[in-house]
T-cell receptor, first 117, second 114 residues
Framework: AQTVTQSQPEMSVQEAETVTLSCTYDTSESDYYLFWYKQPPSRQMILVIRQEAYKQQNATENRFSVNFQKAAKSFSLKISDSQLGDAAMYFCAYRNNYGGATNKLIFGTGTLLAVQP | EAQVTQNPRYLITVTGKKLTVTCSQNMNHEYMSWYRQDPGLGLRQIYYSMNVEVTDKGDVPEGYKVSRKEKRNFPLILESPSPNQTSLYFC?????????????FGSGTRLTVV
C-alpha cells in the first residue's frame, strides 16, 4: 500500500525568508501524481502545486516550487519570500494514475507552518 | 462558480442521534469521496463513489453510511454517532480519468459528538 510521510509536524519561518517542507512517499508504481495542499485557518483545502511523476522538471507556481526526487521518493515544497498569508497547515498527497479504488488521494499527516513577522 | 457545497459547517450532537452531512457538487464529476481529518493523522478516506449507485468503503468506514442516488449529491450518514467520530469532515470530488486533477474540496464540517 502507498504511504505518505511528513516528518515535520511544525515549522517556523521569518517573513521574507525561504522554508522547505519535507515529504517522502512509498509506492511500487511508476506513474503517479504528487500534490501539496494548503489549509489555512479557514479550513479550506487549497491546491498549491502538483507534480507528474514522469516529468523530471520540478513544478513551480510563483513563490512555490518543489524538489522532486523520484528515485529517493522525496517531494519537498519550497516557499520563497514567505508571507504572513502562507501560515497554514500543509499536506503532501499522492495519487495513482489508475482508476478504481486506487484512484484516491493519500495524504500525509501535515506540517503546520508559522510565519513570524 | 464551480464548487463542492457541504452542510452544515458546524454540528454538535449527542451520542446515538442520527445525523446527515450533505454534499453537493456542480461540476458533473463522477468521483466523490468523504474524508475525516484528525490531528496527527492527516486526512483519511471514509467512503468513495465512482458514479451513481456505485459506492465503496475507504480506509475508515466503520460507523458511516453513504448513498449516491444522484450524480451531484453524496451525503454522509452517521446512524448512531459516537464520541470517537468527533472530527473534521471533508467532501471532495474529481472527474474520473484525470488523476492529475487532485480534488475539489468542500469547506469542511466540524462535528462534535458529546
Amino acid at each position: 500500500a502507498q504511504t505518505v510521510t511528513q516528518s515535520q509536524p511544525e515549522m517556523s519561518v521569518q517573513e521574507a525568508e525561504t522554508v522547505t517542507l519535507s515529504c517522502t512517499y512509498d509506492t511500487s508504481e511508476s506513474d503517479y501524481y504528487l500534490f501539496w495542499y494548503k489549509q489555512p485557518p479557514s479550513r479550506q483545502m487549497i491546491l498549491v502545486i502538483r507534480q507528474e511523476a514522469y516529468k523530471q522538471q520540478n513544478a513551480t507556481e510563483n513563490r512555490f516550487s518543489v524538489n522532486f526526487q523520484k528515485a529517493a521518493k522525496s517531494f519537498s515544497l519550497k516557499i520563497s519570500d514567505s508571507q504572513l498569508g502562507d501560515a497554514a497547515m500543509y499536506f503532501c498527497a499522492y495519487r495513482n494514475n489508475y482508476g478504481g479504488a486506487t484512484n484516491k488521494l493519500i495524504f500525509g499527516t501535515g506540517t503546520l507552518l508559522a510565519v513570524q513577522p | 462558480e464551480a464548487q463542492v457545497t457541504q452542510n452544515p459547517r458546524y454540528l454538535i450532537t449527542v451520542t446515538g442521534k442520527k445525523l446527515t452531512v450533505t454534499c453537493s457538487q456542480n461540476m458533473n464529476h463522477e468521483y466523490m469521496s468523504w474524508y475525516r481529518q484528525d490531528p496527527g493523522l492527516g486526512l483519511r478516506q471514509i467512503y468513495y463513489s465512482m458514479n451513481v449507485e456505485v459506492t465503496d468503503k475507504g480506509d475508515v468506514p466503520e460507523g458511516y453510511k453513504v448513498s449516491r442516488k444522484e450524480k451531484r449529491n453524496f451525503p454522509l450518514i452517521l446512524e448512531s454517532p459516537s464520541p470517537n467520530q468527533t472530527s473534521l469532515y471533508f467532501c471532495a470530488s474529481s472527474p474520473t480519468g484525470r488523476p492529475n486533477y487532485g480534488y475539489t474540496f468542500g469547506s469542511g464540517t466540524r462535528l462534535t459528538v458529546v
